[in-house]
């Protein structure tokens, strides 16, 4: 059954009494940790300085500085990144790796979204897609080809999609990334291998219309709320349509509302399905496609998608109800908030279990 509810809607104007909160907003400089850009960084500052008494931007780049960060002691740290390397000077693929909502809320410090868990889950592709399989949700068949010991046997059927299984934003897809025989797909796997030192993740690919679905918690509840947009992607020149790396950045997609009510409830329920599935807590994105029959079918989630004014979440909150951007930022923030032990409000949370269970 679905829920449905109305979004808060507050003044983004300044009010003249700010609430008592101390929140840190969370980037990395380095680009294989970081989720929220520069600019970015800074309009969720100006949005949430409107509402609370003190608001800042730490870089974290390595364990000293997320353990200066832990002793700065905010009520709440807008995470913009997900995990900090234990030992650079090891590589990323090889250092150990501290994930920060864990280690934060082990020391008291709230943050938004999900906890490690999910967000280590939704970090491994392949682990992801098997994960809402086993929960009897629909995502096409795969299988991973390893570094160590690289795999191109498969039963599956032509045309095959191909993408690293560690990367977001796209990182690794390109016009090569559609598969039409056994060679393209030893080479293209081969690339990924050598040029990303990532498994590749094989699928077969789904032909029809491509849609992100953002989620959102209520506040004090566990009810969901599913925002649903259809991302149109330019022909490329072998006359498909799919988002590459290139395509990201020249930003040539276009997002558009989703007007048909049937296809939009089935768009949901899966997009709540694959939420719950994983574990997720708040808020987060669920990327799918239609397959031959039409039917929804997982791709991918974004259980830390970008929190740009520009970027995909803003645009499902904006295209279903004109939410403002500044009323986005404030009910992640919110939402992050109900967790702070020592909030006002916290006897309302209390028995609200932290992951939602319902959808809208």
């Known amino acids: 059954m679905f829920y449905s509810y109305d979004l808060p809607k507050r003044s983004s104007t300044a009010t003249a009494s700010r609430i008592n909160r101390y929140i840190e907003i969370v980037g990395s400089s380095n680009p294989r940790l970081n989720a929220m850009g520069h600019d970015s960084r800074l309009t969720i500052n100006a949005a949430l300085s409107t509402r609370y008494t ?3 931007i730490t870089i974290v780049d390595d364990f000293a500085d997320l353990k200066q960060l832990v002793a700065k002691k905010p ?3 807008v995470l913009g990144m997900k995990l900090v390397l234990l030992n650079s000077s090891e590589g990323f693929d090889d250092s150990p790796k501290i994930w920060l909502s864990d280690y934060l809320e082990e020391h008291g410090i709230a943050v938004t979204g999900s906890d490690a868990k999910a967000l280590s889950l939704e970090y491994d592709k392949h682990a992801a897609k098997q994960t809402v399989i086993d929960a009897g949700l629909e995502s096409p068949k795969y299988f991973v080809s390893r570094t160590v010991a690289p795999n191109v046997q498969h039963s599956l059927h032509f045309p095959l999609f191909v993408k690293p299984t560690n990367r977001g934003d796209s990182k690794g897809v390109d016009d090569k990334s559609l598969i039409h025989s056994e060679q393209e797909l030893a080479s293209k796997i081969a690339s990924i291998h050598a040029d990303l030192n990532s498994d590749a993740l094989v699928e077969e690919y789904l032909p ?3 849609f992100s679905v953002g989620i959102v918690r209520k506040p004090y509840s566990n009810k969901l709320l599913a925002l649903p947009v259809e991302i149109v992607i330019p022909i490329n020149k072998q006359g498909d349509r799919f988002l590459s790396e290139t395509i990201k950045q020249a930003d040539t997609e276009e997002v558009v509302a989703v007007d048909d009510p049937e296809l939009r409830e089935r768009l949901n329920l899966l997009a709540v399905g694959v939420f719950n599935a994983l574990g997720s807590r708040d808020y987060g994105r669920i990327d799918m496609r239609l397959d031959l029959s039409g039917e929804p079918s997982f791709i991918e989630a974004n259980l830390m998608p970008g929190l740009s004014n520009r970027g995909y979440l803003y645009k499902c909150f904006d295209l279903n109800g004109r939410i403002a951007y500044g009323d986005m930022i404030k009910l ?7 967790r702070v032990p020592w909030s006002e409000n916290a006897s309302r949370q209390k028995h609200i ?6 959808g809208v």
């Open 54 to 56: 003190r608001v800042g």
């Open 75 to 77: 009520d709440l740290v």
């Open 208 to 210: 029809g219309r491509e």
């Open 332 to 338: 992640i923030t919110d939402l992050g908030l109900e």
């Open 353 to 358: 279990h932290p992951n939602a269970s319902r």
